[in-house]
């Protein structure tokens, strides 16, 4: 069998620029002001998020990764054969290297990333790793909706793999509408394989997302640096700080990036003004029960199949079919 080449990521950087200032523009207009967490993963971004996942604090990584070590032969035989695996937010693909490692005769990868250092690197370690698995990357925003490019070889399913518990970023009508997203794009035969980072006590949450060595804050406000360094604007990273805080009722971390001084700040020519201690929301991270996803589930017509958590029910990687 002759080995499949890696096609060439279909890139949509000449307008990743226009669509980053029209964002940046739109959120800092908005009162209280936001920012998409998807912009936290540039090159440095994603670099910082690797190290983030090294920090005693944040369990998460270290948890699913062992979880998918335990598990990773039942899950496999769960999605069944001759299956293209599409991953959305695909980072680094360490736990993607497990479950490829496992699957019967998985057709293709298509990894969706948007950060295309990030997918490069990703690529070439999985292509040298399985060089009979045709790679088939896309470096797109997954949230825009994904059309994975078809492999040489006809897959008999399609499952999307998305780890990571990213899907608790997204608020609760954003996360059903990828969830419907994942539906259609699996149709009838295929599945859905989710991270997703059960509620415990809420001291183990606050500090995996405020560690003592400072990374966390330091890709926080990589936010505002990248913002600098690609629309010119003239953020004093000295006077914002980053806090996350746990909101037990809606059962969610809440991080901002919080001004430290009354002060003006200029975006591609535009002037947004910055109270004294103004907070200026950049990302969710929701913890579910899986009575609470099952739930989230039922809304994008699905339902689930399967779970396997670890012995501290701290974590869950969920199985999804079409109801």
Same mark, same amino acid.
């Given at each position: 069998?002759?080995?499949?080449?890696?096609?060439?990521?279909? $890139?949509?950087?000449?307008?990743?620029?226009?669509? =980053?200032?029209?964002?940046?523009?739109? !959120?800092?207009?908005?009162?209280?002001?936001? =920012?998409?967490?998807?912009?936290?993963? $540039?090159?440095?971004?994603?670099?910082?998020?690797?190290?983030?996942?090294?920090?005693?604090?944040?369990?998460?990584?270290?948890?699913?990764?062992?979880?998918?070590?335990?598990?990773?032969? !039942?899950?496999?035989?769960?999605?069944?054969? &001759?299956?293209?695996?599409?991953?959305?937010?695909?980072?680094?693909?360490?736990?993607?290297?497990?479950?490829?490692?496992?699957?019967?005769?998985?057709?293709?990868?298509?990894?969706?990333?948007?950060?295309?250092?990030?997918?490069?690197?990703?690529?070439?370690?999985?292509?040298?790793?399985?060089?009979?698995?045709?790679?088939?990357?896309?470096?797109? &925003?997954?949230?825009?909706?994904?059309?994975?490019?078809?492999?040489?070889?006809?897959?008999?399913?399609?499952?999307?793999?998305?780890?990571?518990?990213?899907?608790?970023?997204?608020?609760?009508?954003?996360?059903?509408?990828?969830?419907?997203?994942?539906?259609?794009?699996?149709?009838?035969? !295929?599945?859905?394989?989710?991270?997703?980072?059960?509620?415990?006590?809420?001291?183990?949450?606050?500090?995996?997302?405020?560690?003592?060595?400072?990374? #966390?804050?330091?890709?926080?406000?990589?936010?505002?640096?990248?913002?600098?360094?690609?629309? !010119?604007?003239?953020?004093?990273?000295?006077?914002?700080?980053?806090?996350?805080?746990?909101?037990?009722?809606?059962?969610?971390?809440?991080?901002?990036?919080?001004?430290?001084?009354?002060?003006?700040?200029?975006?591609?020519?535009? #002037?947004?003004?910055? $109270?004294?201690?103004?907070?200026?929301?950049?990302?969710?991270?929701?913890?579910?029960?899986?009575? &609470?996803?099952?739930?989230?589930?039922?809304?994008?017509?699905?339902?689930?199949?399967?779970?396997?958590?670890?012995?501290?029910?701290?974590?869950?990687?969920?199985?999804?079919?079409?109801?």
């Amino acid at each position: 069998m002759n080995n499949p080449q890696t096609s060439s990521p279909i $890139d949509s950087a000449a307008s990743a620029c226009a669509e =980053l200032l029209l964002d940046a523009r739109r !959120g800092l207009r908005l009162h209280p002001k936001r =920012l998409p967490s998807k912009y936290f993963y $540039d090159a440095r971004g994603s670099q910082l998020f690797e190290d983030i996942c090294e920090q005693p604090e944040y369990y998460l990584t270290r948890v699913e990764l062992q979880l998918m070590r335990e598990h990773v032969e !039942g899950i496999a035989a769960t999605l069944g054969p &001759d299956a293209l695996l599409v991953e959305y937010g695909s980072g680094s693909g360490l736990k993607t290297e497990l479950l490829l490692g496992e699957m019967h005769h998985p057709v293709a990868y298509a990894p969706v990333e948007i950060a295309r250092d990030a997918l490069d690197a990703s690529i070439a370690r999985l292509a040298a790793r399985f060089p009979r698995i045709e790679m088939l990357p896309v470096c797109a &925003d997954f949230t825009r909706g994904v059309v994975a490019p078809l492999p040489s070889r006809q897959a008999q399913r399609t499952i999307v793999y998305f780890p990571g518990s990213t899907l608790g970023n997204f608020e609760v009508h954003e996360a059903i509408a990828l969830l419907r997203q994942m539906r259609t794009q699996i149709g009838m035969r !295929g599945g859905a394989l989710v991270g997703i980072d059960l509620k415990k006590d809420a001291t183990i949450i606050e500090a995996a997302y405020n560690d003592r060595a400072g990374v #966390t804050a330091a890709f926080t406000l990589n936010l505002l640096e990248r913002l600098n360094r690609e629309l !010119g604007a003239d953020f004093d990273l000295g006077q914002f700080r980053h806090r996350a805080t746990y909101n037990a009722l809606a059962g969610r971390i809440e991080t901002h990036i919080v001004s430290l001084a009354a002060q003006d700040v200029h975006v591609a020519g535009e #002037t947004f003004h910055f $109270d004294r201690l103004e907070a200026m929301l950049v990302e969710y991270s929701c913890k579910y029960s899986l009575d &609470d996803f099952s739930r989230l589930a039922q809304k994008a017509q699905l339902r689930v199949e399967r779970h396997w958590t670890d012995a501290q029910q701290q974590f869950a990687v969920v199985y999804l079919l079409p109801a």
